[in-house]
């Protein structure tokens, strides 16, 4: 058993225990108040074409991600857990824009191609080497106070090691025609407003800029990917025009 010393004296993990009572937000809220109620409404969008670059996409990449496993069917488990975890990056990235899965697909398209030309080494990852796929940082990572750029560049890097950890299909193969596919779809669309920017800009119009006049409502946007982040700024700001005239 874990033992901690205060000042001399023993501490096991049992005393504290004993002594140590958690709260969270509902227990404080309900003794003191003062933490705001969260309530969650999903909005769901309804009736989209199938050929929606978001959805079409999906659908490529879950094509892909079938054929990248029949392709390593006979390989090392390790091989297959580096190749699982790089279709799972591609697919948060996809559930967060299209221009944060475009940047981060060039980046394995770019991997593979070096490998074809020999350019490129067959790496060994292990799986924390790997780790910023799997999805975000915490706060209590280190990393969480690195800037930007410098974030997205070990992101990348970790990318490029995981499409190194597996020799690229051959050159007419199903995986190379489905990302050739991917690659121009999501690079004829990466800045243009998916469904779901689309319907916040017409809820922001409605709900902060009435008649055209802006109100005392703000809205706060989380978003994990710095392209994202860019995405939307640049992609709401495309809809002022709109509001101002409404």
């Known amino acids: ?85 790089l279709i799972c990056g ?13 940047r ?7 991997t593979v191609e070096r490998q074809r030309k020999g350019l490129v080494a067959i790496s060994n990852p292990r799986q924390s080497d790997l780790d910023l796929l799997k999805g975000g940082i915490s706060s209590d990572d280190e990393r969480a106070q690195v800037n930007g750029p410098d974030l997205a560049a070990e992101e990348d890097l970790q990318f490029e090691k995981a499409t190194a950890a597996v020799l690229p299909a051959m050159e007419d193969s199903v995986e ?12 004829a669309n990466r800045f243009l407003p998916d469904a779901r920017v689309k319907k916040l800009a017409e809820w922001i119009g409605l709900t902060m800029c009435p008649g055209g006049n802006w109100n005392r409502t703000r809205i706060i946007i ?3 990917y710095e392209d994202t982040l860019r995405y939307l700024e640049r992609s709401l700001l495309s809809f002022l025009p709109t509001w101002r005239s409404d």
């Open 176 to 187: 190379k025609n489905l990302l050739k596919e991917m690659s121009e779809l999501a690079e």
């Open 90 to 102: 591609l697919q948060q990235r996809l559930f967060s824009s299209i221009e944060a899965f475009a």
């Open 1 to 85: 058993m874990p033992i901690v010393r205060r000042g001399g004296v023993k501490v096991t993990k049992q005393n504290r225990e004993d002594v140590m009572v958690r709260r969270i937000k509902e227990d404080l809220r309900e003794i003191q108040g003062g933490f705001p109620k969260r309530v969650v409404d999903q909005i769901t969008l309804s009736d989209l074409p199938v050929d929606t670059p978001e959805l079409r996409l999906a659908s490529l990449l879950s094509e892909y991600q079938e054929a990248r496993e029949t392709h390593l069917a006979n390989h090392t488990k390790k091989v297959q857990a580096a190749s699982g975890l």
């Open 222 to 224: 989380f978003t994990e």
């Open 104 to 110: 981060t697909l060039k980046v394995h398209q770019r």
